[in-house]
Structures are given as structure tokens and as C-alpha cells.
């Protein structure tokens, strides 16, 4: 099984200033089709998580470019160029090369 | 605009069974592969099961294995997940998700319905 690890687990970031998550994996996300399974989730408070970037860097529909993702095989990053208030919450890692595991999720608060 | 709603929840004794649906609406649930995913209480997200759009490939995490089943009614655009043989550490809320078509990660997510395992 895959193994998804985020650091850190928690994050206080004052608006306006950037702010970064790590993901790895316990083994390369790169598929022999050339794509990358990894994503990034956002679960903001009382609400169900929403996809922000899929397959390492591509921003999903509707998502500020102030997120932006990077990285690859086994070692990926979230960045917020500046983070807002709405953007609070818990930031998830996934991968979906084989079957799907989450990591154990960053919460970003503000200061 | 596409809606997923969980329903079936409850409180439930250990080692009963209950059925959890996902009603699907706003866009052509035959042609979309479907998920559950779980999230214990302040717990993190954990993904459960997975059905191809026709219903004829499905894939569960080990921890539900051989007690969990998923299954969908392409007729009624209702997605299930029977849940059999519960335990305590099954207490979580169970959200409904879509598959992107073409790409191994979900868009739409429902609101989650609630499983207490519990004597």
C-alpha cells in the first residue's frame, strides 16, 4: 500500500503572506501512461472537501491562481502565494496511482 | 448542477448491517464511475470503495474488504454502500463522490451522512 505523508500538520499563516505544504509518497507516482497521481483536496470547515489541483500542477476549475502545485515521483508541494482568510482549513494530499490514499492533512489557520 | 445527496445513516450496533445511498442529479450518473470515502470523527479523509460507471468493476480498501459491498442502480441514478459486520472503528461519515471521467480523482462530493457504530 501506498503511504502519504504531510508536513506539517499544522500551519498558521498570517493573510497575505505564502505559505507551503510538503506531500510525499511511500512510492513514485509516476504511471507508465506519463501522468502523475497526485492531488490536492481542501476541506474547509463543516464542508466537504473540494479538489484544487490534480495531477501535481494543474489547477481544477474555479481555483484561484494563488494555489499552485509542483513536484514529482515521490515528493510534491502545495503553495499558497498569499494566503486568505477563506482559505482556512485542512489541505489533503492524494494519490490515485493505486487505488487511492489520502495523507494525514495539514490545517492551515490564520494568525 | 450536479448534486450528489447521502442518506441512510444512523446509529447502529456492532456486528449489524446498514445501507447507505447516494442520490445523483445535474449530470449522466450511467456514464461516471463513483466513490465512497470515509472520515472518522476529527479524523482525516479515508477512501472506501470504488464502482466503474456500468457497474462492472468495483475496488474496496482492505480495512472493508469482505463486509462492505458497493453497487449502484444506473435506472434510479442511486449509488449504495452495504455496510455488514459493522464495527466501532467504522463510525465515521461516509460521503458520496464522483470520478472524474478520464483521471483517477473525484470532483463532486456530497454532504456526508453520519455511521455511529455503537452498543
Known amino acids: 500500500d501506498i503511504v502519504m505523508t504531510q508536513t506539517p500538520l499544522s500551519l498558521s499563516v498570517t493573510p497575505g503572506q505564502p505559505a507551503s505544504i510538503s506531500c510525499k509518497s511511500s512510492q513514485s507516482l509516476l504511471h507508465s501512461d506519463g501522468k502523475t497521481y497526485l492531488y490536492w483536496y481542501l476541506q474547509k470547515p463543516g464542508q466537504s472537501p473540494q479538489v484544487l489541483i490534480y495531477e501535481v500542477s494543474s489547477r481544477f476549475s474555479g481555483v484561484p491562481d494563488r494555489f499552485s502545485g509542483s513536484g514529482s515521483g515521490t515528493d510534491f508541494t502545495l503553495k499558497i502565494s498569499r494566503v486568505e482568510a477563506e482559505d482556512v482549513g485542512v489541505y489533503y494530499c492524494m494519490q490515485g496511482i493505486h487505488l487511492w490514499t489520502f495523507g494525514p492533512g495539514t490545517k492551515v489557520e490564520i494568525k | ?119
Open chain 2, 1 to 119: 448542477q450536479v448534486q450528489l445527496v447521502e442518506s441512510g445513516g444512523g446509529v447502529v450496533q456492532p456486528g449489524r448491517s446498514l445501507r447507505l445511498s447516494c442520490v445523483a442529479s445535474g449530470f449522466t450518473f450511467s456514464s461516471e464511475g463513483m466513490h465512497w470515502v470515509r472520515q472518522a470523527p476529527g479524523k482525516g479523509l479515508e477512501w472506501v470503495a470504488v464502482i466503474w460507471y456500468d457497474g462492472s468493476n468495483k475496488n474496496y480498501a482492505d480495512s472493508v474488504k469482505g463486509r462492505f459491498t458497493i453497487s449502484r442502480d444506473n435506472s434510479k441514478n442511486t449509488l449504495y454502500l452495504q455496510l455488514n459486520g459493522l464495527r466501532a472503528e467504522d463510525t465515521a461519515v461516509y460521503y458520496c463522490a464522483r470520478a472524474v471521467a478520464g483521471a483517477n480523482f473525484f470532483d463532486y462530493w456530497g454532504q456526508g451522512t453520519l455511521v455511529t457504530v455503537s452498543s
